[in-house]
């Protein structure tokens, strides 16, 4: 099997992690949404944001996923990815799409303790704790309909990688 795979879920849940070890692990190429649209445009994403909007973003990050997808590829999506429709049905039929599930609380610690130099803009204007929850409840279920499986991502990353792993060796050997 040599579908991509594309890790959703919420900022802070392990994609980036999760996927650079998960790549390493299957001989695949690592590819982050938010990375490639840096990459590409010479803008961070708060600058993509500042100057296009929310909705010139999403449009990008469409073309980002698109773009990326192939063969043997592990690809880190944005946590929004799943709020465009066609994004959703894209994925699941690329590939074999994971939700990264994890709790507020420790999605808002993770950021808290590694915060990126560059992070995305607020979504909400609230502080961090308030923000998280509240986006993590509006997108949940649009995760869940998304993914082909939910894997536990507050466990370690090394777990995680290792259920990812058991779940795919066991969809190769049916």
Not at 10 to 24: E, F, H, S, Y
Not at 40 to 46: F, G
Not at 100 to 119: G, M
Not at 131 to 154: K, N, P
Request: proline share 5%; charged share 15%.
């Amino acid at each position: 099997m040599s579908l991509p795979v594309y890790l959703i879920g919420a900022r802070g849940c392990g994609k980036t992690t999760v996927g650079q070890a998960l790549a390493l692990a299957l001989g695949y190429t690592f590819c982050d949404t938010d990375h490639y649209l840096q990459q590409i445009s010479a803008r961070t994403v708060a600058e993509i944001v500042a100057q296009q909007g929310w909705q010139g973003f999403r449009l990008r990050e469409s073309d980002a996923l698109k773009a990326l997808t192939q063969p043997q590829v592990v690809i880190a999506t944005g946590g929004g990815m799943v709020l465009t429709p066609e994004n959703c049905h894209f994925m699941r039929q690329q590939g074999q799409v994971f939700y990264l599930n994890a709790q507020a609380s420790v999605l808002e610690q993770r950021i808290i303790a590694q915060p990126e130099k560059q992070q995305r803009p607020s979504l909400t204007g609230r502080p961090i704790a308030e923000e998280v929850s509240e986006v993590l409840e509006a997108r949940d279920a649009l995760y869940r309909q998304t993914a082909h499986h939910i894997i536990d991502g507050m466990q370690p990353p090394a777990a995680v990688v290792q259920q990812v792993l058991n779940v795919l060796m066991a969809a190769r050997a049916s």
